[in-house]
Every structure is written in structure tokens, then in C-alpha cells.
């Protein structure tokens, strides 16, 4: 069962332009990850959310959960190649983390 | 502090055969857990470890099993093994209160 959408589903852009991904989900969850993923390796954890309506930011990257801790989006501001990677979001509840479907994002120099 | 180890990074095997994997998590901490990830089905939670027991559980085959041992290191073994076990195998590992999990590189198993 996936318990979290991720939009859009995949994201081809300039170097320079700005974009915002969803991570949605109709159950409520106690914290919210993003992960970026690169091909063959593991993902790295960018932030961790916790208070519904909670923002965080990580240089050009804003993350927002949702007031309802049911949803949450990663803005980037002016993109660059080095940000190209496959953006995951995870929820956690009842001590199990479930991954949303992923965004693949390629930022074009 | 070194960050989450898996070996083998790379393996293949053949239809039928069994195959383990290792994960050796982040000193200090005592939850690991597993995913398969494929491109069709994106990450899927196979299991979670905690002091030696199995805490959760995903929704899997009896094919997929794991064990943690008393230094918090991980293994998961998979039986008679299909096609479509090929996959990148993750593990990850967090504190026990911790919201924050860590990756391994994975073990890319091919199936052939």
C-alpha cells in the first residue's frame, strides 16, 4: 500500500529555475523526511520535519510539513545540475518509515 | 563516525539460489531496518530490527528473513530466489528515538 503520492513524478528543468515538489497523503504521520537519491547509492537524508506547519531551510532548498502533518513540499530556489537526483519523502508511524513514489529531477546546465 | 556499511555492493545470482546480505549500521545505533527498491515498485519496507527482534514487519514473502545480532549488525537472506527479486537492497539505521534514518550504498542483486 503506498501511503504517500509524490508530484510531479518527474521534473526536467533549466539551471536557474525555481520548483516545488508534493508529497501527499491522506494518514497523519509523526515526522517527515526528504531524501535525495543518486544512481547505485542509497539515499541521504536533507531534512527531518517534526511540528505540523514546521519550515525548514537548507541553503536554496525550503521544506514545509503540513499543518495537518499529513502533507509536505521541498521548494528549490534557482536550481543547479548538482541538484539532479531522485527527491524522496517518508513519513513515520508506528516506527516503520513509508517512502513516497519519488521524484526525479534533472536540472539542465 | 562511519556511516551505514553493506556488503557485497554488487551480486549475482542464479534462479533458485539463496543469497545473504550484510549491514553493519552506525555505532550507537540499534534499529535496522530493510528495503527493496525497484523502479516499478519504488522503496518497499521489508523488515525492522531492534535489540536482536524483529519489531515490523512488511508485506513480503516468507522467501525474505533477517536477523540482527547482539553488536546491532544485520543480515537478510533470501531464499529460492526469482527474477524478480533483482533489486537494489537498502538498509538503514536510526537511534532508537531517533526520527532520523540513515542509508547504506545498497546491494544491487541481480537475478538471472
Known amino acids: 500500500t503506498q501511503l504517500l503520492e509524490q508530484s510531479p513524478q518527474f521534473l526536467s528543468i533549466q539551471e536557474g529555475e525555481n520548483l516545488t515538489v508534493y508529497c501527499n497523503s491522506s494518514s497523519v504521520f509523526s515526522s517527515l523526511q526528504w531524501y535525495r537519491q543518486e544512481p547505485g547509492e542509497g539515499p541521504v537524508l536533507l531534512v527531518t520535519?517534526?511540528?505540523?506547519?514546521e519550515v525548514k531551510k537548507l541553503k536554496r532548498l525550503t521544506f514545509q510539513f503540513g499543518d495537518a502533518r499529513k502533507d509536505s513540499s521541498l521548494h528549490i530556489t534557482a536550481a543547479q545540475p548538482g541538484d539532479t537526483g531522485l527527491y524522496l519523502c517518508?513519513?513515520?508511524?508506528?516506527?516503520?518509515?513509508?517512502f513516497g513514489t519519488g521524484t526525479s529531477l534533472t536540472v539542465i546546465p | 563516525k562511519a556511516g551505514v556499511t553493506q556488503t557485497p555492493r554488487y551480486l549475482i545470482k542464479t534462479r533458485g539460489q539463496q543469497v545473504t546480505l550484510s549491514c553493519s549500521p552506525i555505532?550507537?545505533?540499534?534499529?535496522v531496518s530493510w528495503y527493496q527498491q525497484t523502479p516499478g515498485q519504488g522503496l518497499q519496507f521489508l523488515f525492522e530490527?531492534?535489540?536482536?527482534?524483529?519489531?515490523n514487519k512488511g508485506n513480503f514473502p516468507g522467501r525474505f528473513s533477517g536477523r540482527q545480532f547482539s553488536n546491532s549488525r544485520s543480515e537478510m537472506n533470501v531464499s529460492t530466489l526469482e527474477l524478480g527479486d533483482s533489486a537494489l537492497y537498502l538498509c538503514?539505521?536510526?537511534?532508537?528515538?531517533?526520527?532520523?534514518?540513515?542509508f547504506g550504498q545498497g546491494t544491487r542483486l541481480t537475478v538471472v
Open positions: 555505532s550507537g545505533h540499534r534499529s
Open positions: 517518508a513519513g513515520e508511524a508506528g516506527n516503520q518509515f513509508y
Open positions: 530490527y531492534f535489540s536482536e527482534t524483529q519489531r
Open positions: 520535519v517534526v511540528t505540523g506547519g
Open positions: 538503514a539505521s536510526k537511534q532508537g528515538a531517533s526520527t532520523e534514518a540513515f
